[in-house]
Nanobody, 130 residues
Framework: EVQLVESGGGLVQAGGSLRLSCAASGFTFDDYAIGWFRQAPGKEREGISC????????YYRDSVKGRFTIASDNARNTVYLQMDSLKPEETAVYYC???????????????????????WGKGTLVTVSS
């Protein structure tokens, strides 16, 4: 069974940092792009970053460039999202998602909206206070 388990969410002040983790299992990790998405109440799910597990290439939505960093530890089948300089409007449930079509993943996190990835986790809540 494919599983993606997010952790690391919590309450942080505006300008603060959090590091999210995604533990993956049930598929060949190196064959997939792993992405981070977020969804605030009443809003469509938004892709913010993804990484190619095979070559380490990273991609970001413009709104998080320079503040968020995605990284992978292939030996542990784990992807991380380091989030710095967090803003109150970024309060959302953050989801880890996987797709073996890298081009699809890139489009979803840089340009598109909604969720078209193959697999997804249950999410971890990030609350950024003012």
């Amino acid at each position: 069974e494919v599983q993606l388990v997010e952790s690391g969410g919590g309450l942080v002040q505006a300008g603060g940092s959090l590091r999210l983790s995604c533990a993956a299992s049930g598929f060949t990790f190196d064959d997939y792009a792993i992405g981070w998405f977020r969804q605030a109440p009443g809003k469509e799910r938004e892709g913010i970053s993804c990484i190619s597990s095979s070559d380490g290439s990273t991609y970001y939505r413009d709104s998080v460039k320079g503040r968020f960093t995605i990284a992978s530890d292939n030996a542990r089948n784990t992807v991380y999202l380091q989030m710095d300089s967090l803003k109150p409007e970024e309060t959302a449930v953050y989801y880890c998602e996987a797709d073996n079509d890298l081009i699809q993943a890139i489009w979803l996190v840089t340009t598109g909206s909604g969720d078209g990835m193959d697999y997804w986790g249950k999410g971890t809540l990030v609350t950024v206070s003012s």
